[in-house]
């Protein structure tokens, strides 16, 4: 088939519009580094990251080269029962990478797998413990967790729900954190909404604490279009679960690796989950892969307590896949050796300050950022929500710019190797696009 074929009958895109797709298909055909060349032959700056998830850039040597080597040697190898030393190595490593404060590492494919996977190991700890009846998942209001039946019943999109039926039993939603009319404009975190958090205690005391298993949310929103965390709003969630007994899981699968310009949220924050779930750059997006991190307590529950035999009644036919963990162990050594998150630093202010000189163009009502992550709110069209930002994409694009829209939000995180000329090109095609948009 040529590469220039674009007649997808047969293929069932996710997350698209497949009947708009084919009047202008967008095709990408390779990549290195910073940018994508379409089939056309177009080079195309990469301003996500994938779905934020080649923090390396694309095509990293490193990468390559190990997947190249894995695949020569192990092509699969079952998890169930069996062990390959790639898996174990990989655990390890991500002891080390997490200062020691994560003690188990569970191997999925993707972060929806991970998602899935730590809330199951929540309500299982418990169970264990003697609690089996905290059973109860919160999540929050715009949240998202991927898009298994778990993800979905905690996460807070509405699109994603209210096709699916009833969904899981026992949830229930904190309030989202986007206070616009209180922090729109704020480089970084918002003053204002930590008392949003306090909304725990209230479902605390309608369920009572003797009910609920845990509480998910992302540090930093993403999908739903970048909702920084506004100052000690996660400090009082922490907080509370503790005095509860409750669980915190932090979804990382796009602030973990380097995109706050620290290994993960956590430490931006400080303040330590008792699970932790990621994907995406932990391959750099190379082979699908996710892993769940676990505190000590946690797993130690299940070695004590569980009956003879399995501990934990799951796991994935990809778990801890071979290539994928070649692929993590050289994301690894990347991180740890090239600078790539030092360099997200030095970007950072340069990057702040070239979003925010986007305020008083046409349409912009809100510039939010953090890290190397940033969005460009816009008002939306009368009577048309999300079409604004979908023909900011689609120009975007014929320019050379890969962007991505969630609602009238534009999302921004490029891979953290960017520099300079990279936020130039990005948001001064930006600036010419909302002057044009209509
Ligand atoms: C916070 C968060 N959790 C989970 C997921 C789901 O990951 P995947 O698409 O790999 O299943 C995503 C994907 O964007 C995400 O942003």
């Not at 082979?287 to 299940?302: R, S």
């Not at 030092?342 to 702040?352: K, R």
Request: proline share 5%; hydrophobic share 40%; charged share 20%.
């Amino acid at each position: 088939m040529p590469s220039s074929h674009h007649d997808q009958s047969a293929y069932w895109m996710p997350f698209t519009g497949n009947r708009d797709f084919h009047a202008s298909p967008r095709m990408l055909e390779s990549a290195e580094g910073m940018y994508y060349r379409t089939t056309q032959g177009q080079k195309v700056l990469d301003g996500t990251a994938g779905l934020w998830c080649t923090p390396l850039g694309h095509r990293n040597a490193r990468v390559v080269r190990a997947v190249q080597q894995a695949v020569e040697k192990l092509d699969y190898a079952p998890s169930f029962q069996l062990g390959h030393p790639q898996a174990f190595a990989l655990a390890e490593r991500l002891q080390a990478f997490t200062g020691g404060r994560f003690s188990r590492f569970f191997f999925t494919g993707s972060g929806s797998e991970s998602v899935d996977t730590a809330l199951k190991i929540a309500l299982n700890y418990h169970r264990l413990r003697g609690e089996g009846s905290r059973t109860r998942l919160i999540g929050r209001e715009r949240g998202y967790h991927g898009v298994g039946f778990g993800g979905i019943s905690v996460g807070g999109i509405v699109g994603n729900r209210k096709p699916f039926g009833p969904l899981l039993p026992g949830v229930d939603h904190l309030p989202h954190t986007h206070l616009p009319e209180r922090n729109a404009f704020t480089r970084g975190e918002p003053a204002h909404g930590a008392y949003l958090a306090d909304d725990l205690e209230r479902l605390v005391a309608l369920h009572d604490a003797s009910n609920i298993a845990a509480v998910i949310v992302e540090p930093v929103a993403g999908s739903t279009g970048v909702l920084v965390p506004p100052k000690g709003y996660l400090q009082r969630l922490r907080e509370i679960c503790t005095r509860h007994g409750i669980l915190l899981v932090f979804d990382e699968v796009i602030t973990g690796f380097g995109r706050l310009g620290t290994r993960f949220a956590f430490d931006h924050f400080g303040v330590e989950p008792d699970i932790v779930t990621t994907a995406k750059g932990l391959t750099n997006g190379t082979i699908p892969m996710g892993a769940v991190f676990v505190k000590d307590e946690i797993y130690q529950t299940f070695l004590e307590r569980s009956a003879p035999g399995i501990e934990l009644a799951h796991g994935y036919t990809y778990s801890g896949h071979p290539i994928a963990c070649a692929a993590a162990l050289a994301t690894l050594d990347a991180f740890e050796n090239d600078g790539v998150i030092e360099n997200a630093v030095e970007q950072q202010n340069y990057w702040e300050n070239a979003l925010h000189a986007l305020q008083g163009l046409p349409h912009v009502v809100d510039l939010r950022n953090l890290g190397i992550v940033a969005a460009i709110e816009l008002e939306s069209a009368p009577g048309k929500p999300g079409a604004r930002a979908m023909a900011a994409f689609r120009s975007a694009f014929e320019r050379g710019l890969l962007i991505r829209v969630t609602g009238d939000v534009i999302a921004l995180s490029p891979p953290l190797t960017l520099q300079r000329t990279h936020i130039d090109e990005l948001f001064g095609g930006l600036a010419a696009i909302l002057r044009e948009l209509r």
